[in-house]
């Protein structure tokens, strides 16, 4: 079961705005408002998956472009990207 429930105080942890683990606090506390004990006793884990930092969603980006400026040469199409777009 996964759910986006708190993301908000996870990007506020994110922003600095709050530290991480009050952002994991809130989080919990609406997760625990939100569901019912009787839901919430049948878990044996929840875990809280923070957000990708920017440094590693620019190394995903680039792996995926690899890949996309592959299959298009395959075609005979030239692309390029920069770190600037």
């Known amino acids: 079961m996964t759910s986006n429930l708190g993301a908000e105080h996870l990007t ?3 922003a600095g705005e709050i530290t991480m683990d009050a952002a994991r606090d809130l989080l919990m506390k609406q997760v625990q408002k939100h ?3 009787e839901l ?3 878990l044996s884990e929840i875990v809280v998956f923070e957000p990708l930092l920017h440094d590693k969603l620019k190394e995903i980006v680039k792996i995926q472009m690899k890949s996309i400026i592959s299959r298009v040469a395959d075609k005979g199409i030239s692309l390029f990207a ?3 777009v």
């Open 35 to 37: 569901f019912k004990p």
């Open 82 to 84: 920069s770190d600037a």
């Open 40 to 42: 919430l006793n049948r």
């Open 12 to 14: 506020a942890g994110m």
